[in-house]
């Protein structure tokens, strides 16, 4: 009923930027919290970026001041603003979203595919 995409992913050298979207499409009534999650190979997922309905955002502390997280509502859409990447930050970006559906009353999670961010020279 709801699928989430990324998109934006990419190879980038140290240093440079990419800029990730995701967006909601499908039976949504609401979308409540949004968020960016990665995983590189052999580490658990982490929380990397989490923006709530009313703008409050928070970030890991291995990104905070140079990753941005941003949402456009009326599209259903979060974005995540990567600057000065470092090869630490390569690893799938994953896009996850609390969201009601219509003719639901609970709040589900949803995931996206994934998207591979490579940092590297």
Avoid: H
């Avoid at 930027?17 to 960016?36: E, T």
């Avoid at 000065?84 to 559906?101: F, G, H, Q, R």
């Amino acid at each position: 009923q709801v699928q989430l995409v990324e998109s934006g992913g990419g190879l980038v050298q140290p240093g440079g930027s990419l800029r990730l979207s995701c967006a909601a499409s499908g039976s949504i009534f609401s979308i409540y919290a949004m968020a960016w999650y990665r995983q590189a190979p052999g580490k658990q997922r982490e929380l990397v970026a989490f923006s709530s309905s009313g703008g409050n955002t928070n970030y890991a502390d291995s990104v905070k001041g140079r990753f941005t997280i941003s949402r456009d509502n009326a599209k259903n859409t979060v974005y995540l603003e990567m600057n000065s990447l470092k090869p630490e930050d390569t690893a799938v970006y994953y896009c996850n979203a609390a969201i009601k559906v219509i003719g639901t009353g609970p709040v589900y999670q949803f995931w996206g595919q994934g998207t591979q961010v490579t940092v590297s020279s």
